[in-house]
């Protein structure tokens, strides 16, 4: 089937990095996405990946992929307060522009 | 550039009603995509459409419908309503279609059916 795992929830503190973990199941994917949703809003692209990288850096954010394990990752570094929301990883599936959203990952950042 | 506006943002129907809900992408973007968000099932994908024309639907009973016009302004219809129709409804759009899936969303027509 077409499930994409995260963990619930992460608590960090205001400055250090957060690491948002996501585990895929279809290997064929060619892109991986990160979205952000704060409370009421629709879904905001962070950034996204193509399957045949490792690794992509975008300002504050880093995103991991091991395709062997099939395991995408999000770090955050510098995590602020304005960085607490919900965040989903995502893959494309059955062509065209359908995803398949992970269970999402609520960021709660600390002072 | 104005984003992606979904209409309307809240609405309250009762069982057995149906709804329509509008969506208008972002200018030039011919790709519109729906999708149902809810606590317990997360985001699960309705259908797109591109150029007038579904290229994929998801696992949803057939009383849940869209289409799209001329403009790339499109609609979801939901006849027949249950409880477990109560949600966030989202609406992204996309300049293109295929795997570069770049997805700008809206921010969501809340569906409450009682």
């Known amino acids: 089937g077409e499930d994409v795992e995260q963990s619930l929830f992460l608590s960090v503190r205001e400055g250090d990095s957060s690491v948002i973990n996501c585990t895929y199941t279809?290997?064929?994917?060619?892109?991986l996405y990160w979205y952000k949703q704060e409370p009421g809003a629709g879904l905001q692209l962070l950034t996204y990946i193509f399957s045949n990288m490792d690794m992509k850096q975008d300002q504050r954010l880093t995103v991991l992929l091991n395709k062997k394990d099939k395991h995408l990752s999000l770090r955050i570094a510098d995590t602020q307060t304005g960085d607490s929301a919900i965040y989903f990883c995502?893959?494309?599936?059955?062509?065209?522009?359908?995803?398949?959203f992970g269970t999402g990952t609520q960021l709660k950042v600390e002072l | 550039k104005a984003g992606v506006t979904q209409t309307p943002r809240y609405l309250i129907k009762t069982r057995g009603q149906q709804v329509t809900l509008s969506c208008s992408p972002i200018?030039?973007?011919?790709?519109v995509s729906w999708y149902q968000q809810t606590p317990g099932q997360g985001l699960q994908f309705l259908f797109e459409?591109?150029?007038?024309?579904?290229?994929n639907k998801g696992n949803f009973p057939g009383r849940f419908s869209g289409r799209q016009f001329s403009n790339s302004r499109s609609e979801m219809n939901v006849s027949t309503l249950e409880l477990g129709d109560s949600a966030l409804y989202l609406c992204?759009?996309?300049?293109?279609?295929?795997?570069?899936?770049?997805?700008?969303f809206g921010e969501g027509s809340r569906l409450t059916v009682l």
């Open positions: 459409y591109f150029s007038e024309t579904q290229r």
């Open positions: 200018s030039g973007h011919r790709s």
């Open positions: 279809d290997s064929s994917s060619t892109y």
């Open positions: 992204a759009s996309s300049p293109r279609t295929g795997s570069i899936g770049e997805l700008f």
């Open positions: 995502a893959e494309t599936t059955g062509g065209g522009n359908k995803l398949t």
